[in-house]
């Protein structure tokens, strides 16, 4: 018997476990628990393995920074407000002392940033490569968590950030000859790196997605795919205009002068930008209240009646080798 891709894991496998309100099927960024009074619990976990999501050499207070960041997005995305994390933390059998200091002084240096505290976890030795996972726990407005099904035709779609970033940066870690080739200055080059490296949490935006997104997810395994998600547990399809989704400079550079660098952009992973679905009244309160919190957006495009998703190069549908990465 052939064994299932990722998503077919998850619903063969895992979706029948899933039987409370907030587990929302699996479908979403994060589940959601009841208090009884008050806000709503938000609960998101990711892990990271060595090899996967990050080089083995990468510095240690890099790697723990990431681990948490990527699960402060989720939150960002459902309009949460951090309250917490567990972390579990599987450590190779050639551990060292120093290199579990530098990976708790990035665990500190985010909680003063973002205002968290480790709530507990789990530590254990093992064989194989480095794994770190991060729970983590947020507070947001009781029946107020924007899902991945709640777009609508008509509605805008917006995302934060540039994209593509992280993708073309974990290229040049692969390959550092291509920074030659795409005639990248050095401050492009260590911007793109560090995308790739430390993501940035919108947790600034969380209280505007909130008040406004009828749809949101975050956006890890590449922007077209994720928007794939969105629009099929919305049940409506949508059309991108690829020239208005945003680039960086450098990664603008880039797409100039190699013609295969935009799909690599649109599908690579590790953006950890969000995406929004805003009803068009709300367009304009929207934006400006984004811009109050400092976090750039970007209208991209539009939810339609149907389905699947379709990216506009000018004139012609734009044709993509897959749509985003998948670990299955």
Known sequence: MSRPGEQGLIERFFRPLATA?????????????????????VVTTDAIVAGVHFFPDDP???IARKALRVNLSDLAAKGARPAGYLVTLALPDDWAVDWLEGFVEGLAADQEEFGVSLLGGDTVRTP?????????????????????????????LYVTGTIGDAALGLRLRQDERLALRWDLRRSEREWLLDRYLIPEPRLALSAVVAAYATAAMDLSDGFVGDLEKL?????????????????????????????????VALTGGDDYELLIAIDPDDV??????ARSCAVAVTDIGVLLEGEG?????????LSLDRSSYSHF
């Open 309 to 317: 998703v379709e990216i506009e190069s000018g004139a012609r549908l």
């Open 128 to 156: 194989g490569p480095l794994m770190v996972s991060v729970t983590a726990l947020g507070h947001a407005q009781e029946g107020g968590v924007p899902r991945r099904g709640g777009g609508a035709p008509g509605q805008r």
């Open 231 to 263: 629009a099929a547990a919305s049940r409506v399809g949508a059309i991108v205009e690829a020239a208005r989704v945003p680039l960086s400079s450098a990664a603008a550079r880039i797409v100039r002068c190699d013609e295969d660098a935009l799909g």
């Open 60 to 62: 240690p207070d890099a």
């Open 21 to 41: 309100p907030g587990a929302a099927l699996l479908s979403d960024d994060a589940a959601t628990v009841p208090t009884g009074d008050g806000p709503e619990l």
């Open 284 to 289: 304009e309160a929207f934006e400006a209240e």
